[in-house]
């Protein structure tokens, strides 16, 4: 294990607007002993681009994710939906020579954190402590394009303190869907109202999932419904800030990256 | 604002409507659960089903021909409509001929598709619709909502006013009474029908049958009643052999109505001598844009759908909005890609693959596997773009070929996160600590050992 | 094949979509029992199709019940025959086929007047004593003569168009009344 060389892939929106996710991806990879590395000219998978339509630029970002990450061991992303859209979506974007061998290569060796864990690294107790009362929210791209929902499971269910909610719920679509909540931000926000309701049935504490896009969707829409009668809303926090809280390094939710310090 | 967006606006703010399509989709999403869970042989049914649908598509021109041959042989009639106009037409032309007036209709997507019912009533031939979701939505003057269920998205109260209104009873919104009221008024209508009109689940081409599904009975009454039966139906559905049958009625009562088996299958054929049945038999094939579908190597998967619906009730969207905001004939996730591949003009429903958010669900139930992400994604890049979201696009492409400039966009976005969209500012707080990367950066550049080991690129 | 397990499992599951089913012993006659059921269930006017045993019914039957229509006895023009079916309490025919695991009943063209007496009247009874057995759509769809039209009928007439509410008898039958009896089915 400790000879596992991880190339670390910090998607966009994580990069810019959940930095926390990404240094608890840091803390659990190198708490296990693994050589991590980052490549901070890495920008963007493409998927925001390929699903608005615009497959030229989407290539564009494609072929840049290709040349900085086909020499990679594993690359890690603490996102089913970006991992998804390179392990499956790249197909539909006419890569061609180099690039197309590389990524057929490459789309092996790219895993979720969880799926990595679990899967590949045969982990399902990473010694995380995090005594509250935690409900999942399975992201869609992350649950049926990689069949991801086993994996979060067990490790939550190894984490000491920690009570699982929901485990029964139903899987359903928050409304996020990138380019479709800025076209359509009425009906994207009663689709999260929907959801974050479900949610809320077994007063969870805190909401998890392993995509952070489809997580601040339903923040967001936990924050403008309020409460449902005699239930409060729970926090949203990304999989890996679980995974990454110890007893020696507690879970601190005013902290912008791990360990509270910047 | 475009005519979806404003359908769906208006469907946001009707609580009944919500109310409607959430408690009968969860329904049948319960059926169909109930049929599915637990098979064993469920993912190998799809595959055959699949196969079945596949090698109908890929042969068929030789399977029309094999159809049309037999079916004349016993006395029927075969007509093939290259458009909507043409296929009304040719159904206006047989009725004429016998001077029939007055008839009976079964639920049919495709007769919706081409607007019979409307040509039909320009025409002064009166065609009432038999199933009681479609005497429902005709009794109201609107269109079906769903593509098995054409009433879905009304309550039991605002049928019974509909029928108090229209058909002068006392009003009831019993559900039984309603179906008695229903049944008792068509059932004259039956008596003295002289013509019935159908869609076709599926034509064999071996055999020359004719293939329906239903539960109501009222195709049954259709086609045994009036003297004259026409079928209308689309040129993708012949399948080669009876035996290719199996896999897709079982799949399609599975996944339409959550039964292990239809309450009605009909195969039919013009009637022999000493049978029961019609005296004249028609099918009018209609293309409409199903063969320029088929020959297109990435739409042609399209043409493989059983016409279910299950991925309507599967789908998030669909259960917000109802099916009427699509503002189609066919709506939800088959439709967004099918309307968009049938008729003459194709940019009427280019906003539809929009109303996704790909999340996959569709894909998931459809029985014969057809993958509507891709599909809707596919119709997304191949839509003519407006020069703004050209320029939008460009931008975000220039953004994202470099690190830095990703740095300053995202720093511009955190400044004015409120007037940026979401995917760019969810979650962070004006004047946060700057992105992952300028984070790593920062420690990488502090001389004392800093408490992560991680490395950047050049280091290794 | 197995014909009595066959239709053990064909009667669970008729059962299962609303259907009902009345089996004989050796001793009885079809058309007593068929008799019996009119009787006690107040039906006064009945229609046949035209079937084997459809002489032995109209003989049983025709003191207490009025026959308003035997296609086995003479045809009748279409709109005549429709509207003398509507009238009828029951319609009568008996079954090309059975198939088991799904109680669906096969009802061919062959007959003259079986589309109609099974569809028109509130109450479809249906003798199962010569039909064929098949397990399932494929065994049926295998074996079957592929020149003649066959209605596969599960239960009876359904819908679920109101709120999803299930209602019996929505424009064919409200009830479906199997009558089987044993020794004398399956020719399979």
């Not at chain 1, 790219?110 to 990595?116: R, V």
């Not at chain 2, 035996?243 to 039919?268: E, I, N």
């Not at chain 2, 996160?417 to 920062?442: D, L």
């Not at chain 3, 009568?92 to 009247?121: E, H």
Request: with cysteine; net charge neutral; proline share 4%.
């Amino acid at each position: 294990m400790l000879k596992t060389k991880v190339a670390l892939f910090v998607p966009c929106l994580v990069d810019q607007a959940a930095v926390q996710t990404a240094w608890a991806t840091v803390q659990i990879l190198e708490r296990l002993g693994i050589h991590l590395t980052y490549d901070s000219r890495q920008t963007c998978c493409g998927q925001a681009m390929f699903n608005a339509g615009y497959l030229n630029n989407a290539r564009g970002s494609a072929e840049k994710f290709i040349r900085l990450f086909h020499d990679a061991e594993y690359i890690i992303a603490p996102s089913g939906s970006c991992v998804s859209m390179v392990k499956h979506r790249y197909a539909d974007l006419d890569l061609s020579g180099s690039f197309l061998r590389d990524w057929e290569s490459l789309r092996l060796r790219i895993f979720e954190l969880t799926e990595f864990l679990v899967d590949n690294l045969g982990v399902d107790d990473i010694g995380s402590k995090f005594p509250f009362k935690v409900g999942i929210h399975n992201s869609c791209h992350a649950l049926r394009e990689l069949g991801i929902k086993a994996q979060p499971l067990k490790l939550l269910q190894n984490v000491e303190g920690l009570t699982l909610v929901n485990e029964d719920l139903v899987d359903e679509c928050c409304g996020f869907g990138g380019v479709f909540s800025a076209k359509y931000p009425e009906l994207s926000a009663k689709m999260g109202k929907h959801r974050s309701q479900q949610l809320e049935i077994d007063s969870p504490e805190f909401i998890t999932g392993v995509d952070d896009s489809c997580l601040m969707h339903l923040k967001q829409a936990f924050k403008t419904n309020g409460a449902l009668p005699g239930k409060t809303i729970p926090q949203t926090i990304h999989i890996a800030r679980i995974l990454a809280s110890t007893s020696s390094s507690p879970f601190d939710s005013e902290s912008y990256s791990y360990g509270g310090e910047v | 604002m475009s005519t979806v967006k404003y359908k769906i606006k208006s469907a946001l703010h009707d609580q009944q409507l919500y109310a409607a399509i959430q408690n009968a989709s969860n329904l049948s999403t319960a059926k169909r659960d109930d049929q599915i869970l637990g098979l064993d042989d469920y993912e190998s049914s799809r595959d055959a089903a699949r196969e079945v649908r596949q090698r109908s598509v890929d042969y068929s021109p030789r399977l029309i021909e094999k159809f049309t041959r037999e079916f004349t042989a016993l006395g029927g009639k075969v007509y093939i409509a290259a458009n909507a106009s043409e296929a009304n037409r040719i159904t206006i032309n047989i009725l004429k001929s016998h001077g029939a007036e007055k008839g009976v209709k079964s639920k049919s997507m495709v007769t919706e598709e081409i607007f019979l019912g409307r040509a039909l009533e320009s025409a002064g031939i009166d065609a009432v619709e038999t199933d009681l979701g479609e005497y429902i939505v005709q009794l109201a003057g609107e269109k079906p909502s769903h593509i098995t269920a054409p009433a879905m998205h009304k309550s039991r109260q605002s049928i019974g006013r509909l029928f108090a209104e229209k058909l002068g009873i006392k009003y009831t919104d019993d559900p039984a009474e309603l179906t008695e009221v229903a049944r008792g008024m068509l059932r004259e209508r039956f008596l003295n029908a002289e013509f019935g009109i159908s869609g076709a689940n599926f034509l064999i081409a071996e055999t020359g049958h004719i293939a329906i599904v239903e539960n109501e009975g009222n195709v049954r009454l259709g086609l045994s009643i009036p003297p004259v039966y026409i079928a209308v139906t689309g040129i993708e559905k012949l399948l080669e052999k009876l035996a290719d049958l199996s896999p897709l009625v079982k799949m399609l009562a599975k996944s339409a109505t959550g039964q292990k088996f239809s309450g009605y299958f009909h195969l039919l054929k013009p009637s022999r001598e000493g049978e029961d049945g019609p005296e004249e038999m028609h099918v009018i094939l209609i293309d409409n844009g199903r063969s320029r579908a088929m020959a297109d190597p990435e739409m042609r998967e399209m043409m493989l759908c059983i016409r279910c619906g299950a991925c309507l009730n599967e789908c998030p969207v669909y259960k917000t909005i109802g099916g009427h905001a699509y503002d189609s004939t066919y709506p939800g996730p088959m439709g967004s890609v099918l309307s968009n591949l049938l008729g003459r003009n194709k940019m009427l429903h280019q906003e539809l693959p929009d109303l996704s958010t790909l999340c996959g669900a569709c894909k998931d139930v459809c029985p014969v596997r057809i993958d509507l992400p891709k599909l809707l994604l596919e119709l997304r890049a191949r839509r003519e773009k407006p020069l703004s979201h050209n320029m939008l696009a460009s931008g975000w492409k220039w953004t994202m070929e470099s690190s830095s400039r990703v740095e300053v966009a995202g720093k511009f976005a955190r400044m004015v996160e409120k007037v940026v969209p979401k995917v760019m500012s969810g979650g962070v707080k004006p004047g946060g600590p700057g992105s992952f990367r300028t984070q790593v950066e920062k420690r990488k550049s502090q001389v004392e050992s800093p408490k992560s080991k991680i490395r950047t690129d050049d280091e290794q | 094949m197995n014909n009595s397990k066959n239709v053990l499992l064909f009667q669970k599951q008729l059962l299962a979509v609303n259907g009902e089913f009345i089996s004989l012993d050796e001793n009885q006659k079809v058309s007593s029992l068929v008799k019996e059921f009119i009787t006690s269930n107040s039906i006064k006017s009945i229609v046949l199709s035209d079937f084997s045993q459809h002489q032995d019914l109209v003989e049983a039957l025709e003191e207490d019940t009025e026959i308003l229509a035997d296609f086995g006895s003479r045809s009748y023009p279409l709109d005549e025959a429709g509207n003398l079916c509507a009238k009828a309490d029951a319609g009568i025919t008996d079954v090309y086929a059975i198939i088991a695991d799904t109680g669906t009943l096969v009802i061919s063209s062959r007959n003259r007047g079986d589309r109609l007496c099974s569809s028109l009247p509130p109450i479809h009874l249906a003798l199962i004593g010569n039909s064929k057995v098949y397990l399932n759509f494929e065994e049926f769809i295998e074996n079957t003569p592929k020149e003649h039209t066959y209605a596969l009928i599960t239960g009876p007439s359904r819908t679920a168009d109101i709120e999803k509410k299930l209602i019996l008898g929505a424009h064919g039958p409200k009830r479906v009344v199997v009558f089987y009896s044993e020794g004398n089915a399956g020719c399979t």
